[in-house]
């Protein structure tokens, strides 16, 4: 089994002559939940793309593999900041696309499991054009995870979601991080800091540092790149932070 799933060595994205990420070599653990935070404009979304082939120039291994061709065969599920919500069809026909993706069949009895566990069961039947924003977001994320991929990439997951459905998605995630290793774009610290195993922290395009949260959320380096006083307090559950 391999320690990692993604390895990225010299990767470069520029458009019209502009860096937008430079990456020398980053490695992402397997079977752990990844957090990469930063400020707005930091590359953490350029880095997500990259990973899954969608911009870049550089090596990218996916288990030690090319990554491009094992992400065409749905090895990585990915839930972008925006979804296509203008579909006629209903939220269970939305989260069924994952079997074109998974290239299977749809285990519905999974699906209704998670159409429970993220409150939208009751809404199965409706048009998903219909739903409000932090539903639509919660039926992509189901739709996803519906992949039964061994790597999950989330770019800002918990936008439009609610406290409860915030934590009730990290929680499902870490959960099952032993099967399917999560890589996640995060602006909340504190939900980094409690669910993430490793967090990677940008700045204009660069990888400032990576490693545990205890390792890389110390307040000068985060006041340091995010630019605004950050305090780390403590409690009985680890650390947190205030602003």
């Not at 490695?27 to 911009?55: C, E, H, W, Y």
């Not at 299977?104 to 159409?115: I, K, P, S, T, Y």
């Not at 991080?177 to 774009?185: E, G, H, I, L, Q």
């Not at 000068?220 to 559950?237: A, N, S, T």
């Amino acid at each position: 089994m391999t320690t990692h799933t993604f390895q990225v060595r010299k990767l470069h994205v520029a458009v019209k002559g502009k860096t937008l990420l430079s990456v020398d070599a980053l490695d992402f653990p397997a079977a752990s939940m990844t957090a990469v935070i930063g400020p707005n404009g930091a590359g953490k979304s350029t880095l997500l793309r990259a990973l899954i082939g969608q911009t870049g120039q550089g090596e990218i291994l996916l288990h030690g593999a090319p990554a491009a061709p094992q992400v065409r065969q749905g090895k990585a599920a990915w839930v972008g900041q925006h979804g296509r919500y203008n579909m006629p069809m209903s939220v269970r026909g939305y989260i069924g696309l994952a079997a074109y993706a998974k290239k299977g069949r749809l285990n519905h009895e999974q699906a209704d499991a998670l159409l429970a566990y993220f409150d939208l069961a009751a809404l199965a039947g409706k048009r998903i054009g219909r739903l409000s924003g932090g539903e639509q977001q919660r039926a992509n994320i189901i739709r996803a995870l519906l992949q039964d991929a061994p790597v999950l990439l989330l770019d800002e997951p918990c936008n439009h979601l609610d406290i409860r459905h915030q934590h009730r998605l990290m929680q499902h995630l870490s959960g099952r991080k032993a099967d399917t290793s999560a890589v996640m774009v995060l602006h909340d610290l504190n939900l980094a800091a409690r669910y993430a195993d490793h967090v990677i922290l940008m700045d204009k395009g660069k990888v400032v540092e990576t490693g545990s949260p205890e390792a890389v959320m110390r307040p000068e380096l985060l006041e340091q790149v995010y630019g605004w006083p950050i305090r780390r307090c403590e409690d009985k559950d680890g650390f947190y932070f205030r602003s």
